[in-house]
């Protein structure tokens, strides 16, 4: 897999953009792009640069990673009802994903995932993240 780096603004308008990026990639690479960005929209605002990148793993998974300009803002997941109209975003990361964490930075944080390749067994997915502080 060729790593992809792409450097944009957290808007509505480029999430389509990021998923004709990742159109070479399965549908649950492409969500879980999406739901990061979006939560930088939606927890930091429009507007927000960000850099998304996508590479493979030693263990034949694809790394989803959206960085932005907000250590101080941590993702959570939230327990949205049926009725509500956002809150999922992460749970489906979550679901999604055989592991997804946090790299805080002191200018910086990097919120990534990990999805099963086409190849690998689907696993249980992790609600808790992992966060690593980078020096």
């Known amino acids: 897999m060729t790593p992809l780096e792409l450097r944009l603004l957290a808007t509505p308008k480029a999430a389509?953009?990021?998923r004709r990026h990742l159109r070479e990639?399965?549908?649950d690479v492409r969500l879980c792009a999406t739901e990061l960005l979006t939560n930088v929209i939606d927890h930091l605002g429009e507007g927000t640069p960000?850099?998304?990148r996508?590479?493979?793993t030693a263990h034949g998974h694809t790394r989803v990673e959206v960085t932005d300009?907000?250590?101080g803002t941590l993702p959570t997941v939230l327990s949205a009802t049926?009725?509500?109209?956002?809150?999922?975003g992460l749970s489906l990361v979550a679901r999604l994903s055989r592991r997804w964490g946090v790299e805080l930075d002191a200018d910086r944080k990097t919120v990534w995932c990990e999805v099963p390749g086409p190849e690998q067994?689907?696993?249980?997915?992790s609600q808790e993240p992992t966060l690593l502080k980078l020096p």
């Open 25 to 27: 990639h399965g549908f």
């Open 121 to 125: 067994p689907a696993a249980e997915p």
């Open 69 to 71: 300009p907000a250590p």
């Open 54 to 56: 996508v590479s493979g």
């Open 82 to 88: 049926g009725t509500a109209e956002s809150g999922r």
């Open 16 to 18: 389509p953009e990021l």
């Open 50 to 52: 960000v850099t998304v």
